[in-house]
T-cell receptor, first 112, second 114 residues
């Protein structure tokens, strides 16, 4: 599903804690998923991706989990740091042509 | 050394004017994109070009016309600007048009139509 509102969903965590950012994607045919990080005043930056034939993928301090049954994607950030403060987007795609469909975005705020 | 660059970074203009935003990538990529991000941070693709050929054209008003003089450049021209065009516009590029090719975004152009 998709929430509609005036404000982005927000997540506030303490520095050093783990963060989990969730995303519900829309198309059951989507087979490739990406997480992007967008810092204030900058463009989105690739973090990690996962294909639909996997349910988990790990990077440096980040893990993406995919649950195709409920069309849910999550991004886990270990030992969250102030530099992780940003808006995080999930994106899905299901065909060639490079068309990414972005989710709503979640604003992560890290308290020192 | 900026991989994907856009000019200008800020653009303030009156309704009805025509304006252009320029994008250049020095990554040697074949594919370039334009995205629009609205005030709620919702990001949506507008166009993509692969080697100067239009690939994606998402139901964008005819007032928006992308132009790719070569594969390193994709400019966005907007005619008869409207208030609703106010947004941040991002250019991006990827190695090729495959969906698994990482897209690299520029810093964005904040367009304000008064």
């Amino acid at each position: 599903g998709e929430s509609v509102g005036l404000h982005l969903p927000t997540l506030s965590v303490q520095e050093g804690d783990n963060s989990i950012i969730n995303c519900a994607y829309s198309n059951s045919a989507s087979d490739y998923f990406i997480w992007y990080k967008q810092e204030s005043g900058k463009g989105p930056q690739f973090i990690i991706d996962i294909r639909s034939n996997m349910d988990k993928r790990q990077g440096q301090r980040v893990t993406v989990l995919l649950n195709k049954t409920v069309k849910h994607l999550s991004l886990q950030i270990a030992a969250t740091q102030p530099g992780d403060s940003a808006v995080y987007f999930c994106a899905e795609t299901y065909n060639q042509g490079g068309k990414l469909i972005f989710g709503q975005g979640t604003e992560l705020s890290v308290k020192p | 050394d900026t991989a994907v660059s856009q000019t200008p970074k800020y653009l303030v203009t009156q309704m009805g004017n025509d304006k252009s935003i320029k994008c250049e990538q020095n990554l040697g990529h074949d594919t370039m994109y334009w995205y629009k991000q609205d005030s709620k941070k919702f990001l949506k693709i507008m166009f993509s070009y692969n080697n100067k050929e239009l690939i994606i054209n998402e139901t964008v008003p005819n007032r928006f016309s992308p132009k790719s003089p070569d594969k390193a450049h994709l400019n966005l021209h907007i005619n008869s600007l409207e208030l609703g065009d106010s947004a941040v516009y991002f250019c991006a590029s990827s190695q090729e048009v495959r969906r698994t090719d990482t897209q690299y975004f520029g810093p964005g152009t904040r367009l304000t139509v008064l």
